[in-house]
């Protein structure tokens, strides 16, 4: 069952269907290597040992986001379950700047009010202030509230009454931003 970016378990999904492909990726690039040893035509051998440096290549296209999101989990089910259909939520998106990764387990957007919470350490301004950039760039102004507990964030929950003004581009760039 495939995942999409902001449905709840994407992370694992993520993590299986790319740690899938970077093994096949290895059992390959294992392969050419050893078939380039044992080959006795050189002209043979150098093709398998290029071919096999080659696809480090592709390889580590996958593996760079795939570290980043591997030490990651999801939120505890039990107290999201009720927000799954809601589609003023989003979960399990990963953004990443150069100083830092910061994991959002959960955001909600009420209009040009955006809620998160996140799962590490990040810097929160920071984390805020990227958030208010990209939207910006994408022609919404918002104001972003960084949560330390879901509790915090229900406070701020709405579902029933929460504004739809920029929902579906607000999520388009979540999801164009996350791993």
Do not use: W
């Amino acid at each position: 069952m495939t995942k999409k970016k902001g449905e709840y378990g994407y992370r694992k999904y993520f993590k299986i269907k790319n740690g899938i492909i970077i093994g096949f990726f290895v059992f390959i690039i294992l392969l050419l290597f050893i078939a380039s040893k044992v080959t006795k035509n050189a002209d043979i051998s150098r093709i398998l040992l290029v071919s096999s440096i080659l696809m480090v290549l592709p390889m580590a296209n996958l593996l760079s986001p795939f570290l980043v999101v591997f030490k990651y989990k999801s939120f505890e089910y039990d107290k999201i379950k009720e927000y799954l259909d809601d589609k003023h939520f989003l979960f399990d998106i990963i953004l990443t700047m150069n100083e830092q990764v910061m994991p959002l387990d959960i955001i909600y957007i009420d209009g040009e009010k955006i809620f998160g919470i996140l799962s590490n350490k990040a810097n929160r301004v920071k984390t805020e202030e990227f958030i208010k950039e990209r939207m910006k760039i994408g022609g919404i102004k918002v104001s972003v509230k960084i949560c330390d507990s879901f509790n915090e964030m229900k406070k701020f929950v709405q579902s029933k009454d929460a504004d739809d003004k920029n929902l579906d581009e607000i999520r388009a760039i979540f999801k164009s931003l996350s791993v």
